[in-house]
């Protein structure tokens, strides 16, 4: 039996993020769970943001916010610049993050994050609680410890934090299978059992 919950944005896991926006010498970081992507070709993601965030103008009138993915290690942070906001403290600072300058917009990316996606603002869908701000992703950087030498992302080893109905959780559980793998045929398998066992050898 399950009880009837009153409608609610109750969907889990989500991504917690911190979205960096503003420019080098004036910036910002917010934390965001309502995000996601919606287009693959052009690649592109949304934010949505309540009006009355300091960081709802700085992206409106710029067109351009960063988004940090954030391992565990940065989950004191990343609840950090959720609580506090933009007009009484620089988070940069309290928070001993550090700016670095992106490709494609002038908002700083978080230098300590393993991942910046770097977006420009393509349309605002206004909606009774939030702003969506839909955006193009114009420019990726990967921390290079979690790239292999074929190029290959390695992200279930950056140990991410997930956000499920106010609790923070981290993803460095076990993986327990990959996109297709309900219909793998028995020799990929068995080549992925093998590239695992590399894997694990080339840890140790
Ligand atoms: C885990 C978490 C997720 C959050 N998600 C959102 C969100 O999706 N949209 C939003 O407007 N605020 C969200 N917030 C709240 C803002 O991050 C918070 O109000 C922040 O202090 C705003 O900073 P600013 O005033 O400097 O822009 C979230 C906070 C936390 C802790």
Not at 70 to 95: N, T, W, Y
Not at 127 to 151: C, L, N, Q, R, W
Not at 154 to 181: C, I, N, P, Q, T
Request: charged share 25%; glycine share 6%; aromatic share 8%.
């Amino acid at each position: 039996m399950k009880v009837r919950s009153t409608p609610g944005p109750l969907l889990a896991p989500l991504p917690a993020v911190m979205v960096s926006c503003g420019s080098m010498e004036e910036s910002n970081i917010l934390t965001i769970a309502w995000t996601g992507i919606i287009n693959s070709n052009p690649p592109m993601t949304y934010i949505s943001v309540q009006p009355k965030r300091c960081s709802h103008d700085i992206i409106e009138q710029s067109g351009e916010f960063v988004i940090n993915l954030v391992p565990a290690d940065l989950a004191k942070a990343m609840d950090f610049c959720g609580v506090r906001s933009g007009r009484d403290v620089d988070k940069f600072e309290a928070q001993g993050l550090t700016r670095e300058a992106a490709d494609t917009v002038l908002a700083p990316l978080i230098a300590e994050s393993p991942v910046n996606i770097e977006c420009r603002v393509k349309d605002i869908i206004r909606m009774p609680s939030h702003d969506m701000f839909m955006a193009e992703i114009t420019a990726v950087h990967i921390d290079e410890k979690y790239v292999d030498e074929k190029g290959a992302y390695d992200f279930g080893s950056m140990d991410l934090v997930a956000f499920s109905h106010g609790k923070y959780y981290r993803l460095s559980a076990e993986e327990l299978g990959f996109f297709g793998f309900s219909v793998m045929k028995p020799k990929t398998a068995k080549r992925r059992a093998a590239q695992k066992r590399q894997q694990k050898e080339r840890k140790k």
